[in-house]
């Protein structure tokens, strides 16, 4: 069992920066693959990009690929979601999410193989 409270959402300005945060619960959490989601209203679950058990392996999607940084201190049970050149196109609710793996180096990008979500948190990005 894994709780995921994320934190660091808010209100920027376009162009702004902004770091969002994933908090889990227990002792295993480099044993979990761990992705970053957004919903925006009215659309669909995004996934923004995850990130393997070890931290080794990233992967972004293509909206966000060289303005987001993903990363994990696994020390801490924490996963970061970096935010540079922020649009208003992403504004969204932001989730992290974990997917048990058996392989330390793999990151997990279908969203039904993630089975623990945070509440999210919202950011707005004003232009």
């Known amino acids: 069992q894994v709780t995921l409270v994320e934190s660091g959402g808010g209100l920027v300005q376009a162009g702004g920066s902004l770091r969002v945060s994933c908090a889990a619960s227990?002792?295993?959490?480099?044993?979990?693959?761990m992705g970053w989601f957004r919903q925006a209203p009215g659309k669909d679950r995004e996934f923004v990009g995850g990130?393997?058990?070890?931290?080794?392996?990233?992967v972004y999607a293509d909206s966000v690929k060289g303005r987001f940084t993903i990363s994990r201190d696994n020390a801490k049970n924490t996963m970061y979601l970096q935010m540079n050149s922020l649009k208003s196109e992403d504004t969204a609710v932001y989730f992290c999410?974990?997917?048990?793996?058996?392989?330390?180096?793999?990151?997990?990008?279908?969203?039904?193989?993630?089975?623990?979500w945070g509440q999210g948190t919202q950011v707005t990005v004003s232009s």
């Open positions: 999410a974990a997917s048990s793996s058996p392989d330390s180096s793999m990151v997990v990008v279908t969203t039904p193989l993630y089975t623990y």
């Open positions: 227990g002792r295993t959490f480099s044993s979990y693959a």
């Open positions: 990130i393997s058990g070890s931290g080794t392996s990233i």
